[in-house]
């Protein structure tokens, strides 16, 4: 496969992490949030995130799968790398590429809220994509708004490639 277009340059995607990071810090202001990202999609985006906002953070990394070497979700969900950190009673901010289906991130807000007991639980997104939404759920945080497309950079990947390209583009089908 082949970049068919840039739909979002370094430049975009840089301003608008600067942005979400002003206002994570306005919002978490006299908290310590944990910030949980998603691997491995959301390593870019959440190293990025964390150096905008304000505040002293706590950071730690899940996995899960769905997609493997696919462009669409089995649909199936398996936690694959468990959280380190004790999140009880701790305000915890859920970092992802994108969000598609949905299917993945209702299932991590339920997994936290009933297997780690903590404080609050609320979700970032670079990409809310709901040409796919199989299930309802609201991010409370949003990068951008895309429509369609099977998108690749800053962390998107296709089986593994196009991960480190600066720009968020879309591929030739």
């Known amino acids: 496969m082949k970049i068919k277009e840039t ?3 370094r430049q975009e995607i840089e301003e608008r992490v600067s942005s979400l990071g002003q206002q994570l810090t306005k919002d978490y202001t006299g908290k310590k949030p944990v910030v949980i990202g998603i691997l491995n999609g959301a390593f870019i985006f959440l190293a990025d995130l964390v150096r905008a906002v304000d505040l002293p953070v706590e950071v730690d990394f899940i996995r899960v799968a769905s997609y493997g070497e696919a462009t669409e979700s089995s649909g199936s969900i ?3 790398k468990e959280p380190e950190l004790d999140l009880a009673g701790k305000d915890i901010l859920l970092v992802e590429d994108i969000v598609d289906s949905g299917t993945t991130m209702a299932w991590l807000h339920k997994y936290f809220t009933t297997q780690h007991k903590p404080n609050s639980v609320k979700t970032c997104t670079l990409i809310d994509k709901n040409e796919r939404r199989a299930v309802d ?8 708004q895309i429509e369609e497309g099977f998108l690749v950079g800053y962390g998107l990947d296709c089986a593994q490639q196009y991960r480190t390209l600066p720009d968020i583009c879309t591929l030739e089908e």
Do not use: C, K, S, W
Not at 137 to 144: K, L
């Open 7 to 9: 739909l979002l340059q």
């Open 78 to 80: 398996t936690l694959t």
């Open 137 to 144: 759920v609201q991010m409370d945080y949003v990068g951008f």
